[in-house]
């Protein structure tokens, strides 16, 4: 696939890497596409990735990843609305210290027409780092619509070394976010570490 990852930090670029190393082509939408930082972690992918602007990624990528810093969803979402109607988004985001932690009412009210999941938001990077657990593979709780995009998405969880988890559509994106508190209430506030996912066991 060709994937637009905006933002190239702990979470974008964990997950570009990944997904360059499985075969999918990827480009990263930064604000600065010359610093040396940036222009040297894309070299390191040779030729499945590149760095651009936003825009560029977003024209890019029959999938855009948004891996920037909560505060800065909105404002980038009004902006690139257009481009995002018809592509398959995933908001990796999270709005800490907001009433809502997800973006989905904002892709919603702006690009109505994107298909869009809530994934990758509810563990620390680390764990997209290491997502084994001895001989187990950390589930990742999703949510977003079905067919020819969720079979998309589930790929790229599985290229991302997880098992994906569907929870239902994108108005699941609070339950998936209730992951997240109880992740840091596990891993920060009763110190079990970061090195830490779920894991759904049925008969």
Not at 23 to 28: L, S
Not at 57 to 66: C, K, L, N, R, T
């Amino acid at each position: 696939m060709k994937v637009g990852v905006l933002g190239a930090g702990n979470i974008g670029g964990t997950l570009g890497k990944r997904w360059a190393h499985a075969g999918h082509t990827v480009q990263f939408g930064v604000r600065e596409a010359n610093s040396p930082h940036v222009q040297a972690f894309v070299s390191e992918l040779g030729a499945q990735a590149a760095v651009g602007t936003m825009a560029s990624a977003i024209a890019f990528g029959d999938v855009v990843v948004f891996a920037i810093p909560g505060g800065a969803m909105e404002a980038t979402i009004r902006t690139h609305a257009a481009a995002l109607n018809g592509k398959i988004v995933i908001d990796a985001a999270n709005r800490m210290g907001a009433p809502t932690m997800n973006s989905a009412a904002v892709f919603a009210a702006q690009a109505p027409s994107a298909r869009v999941f809530r994934a990758f938001n509810s563990m620390g990077w680390e764990n997209l780092v290491n997502p084994r657990f001895g001989d187990q593979q950390a589930d990742l709780f999703y949510c977003g619509a079905g067919g020819d995009a969720q079979v998309a998405v589930e790929q790229l969880i599985a290229d991302a070394g997880l098992h994906p988890i569907r929870v239902g559509e994108i108005a699941q994106a609070p339950l998936v976010d209730m992951v997240t508190g109880l992740w840091f209430a596990l891993a920060n506030g009763q110190r079990m570490g970061r090195h830490l996912a779920f894991k759904v066991l049925t008969d």
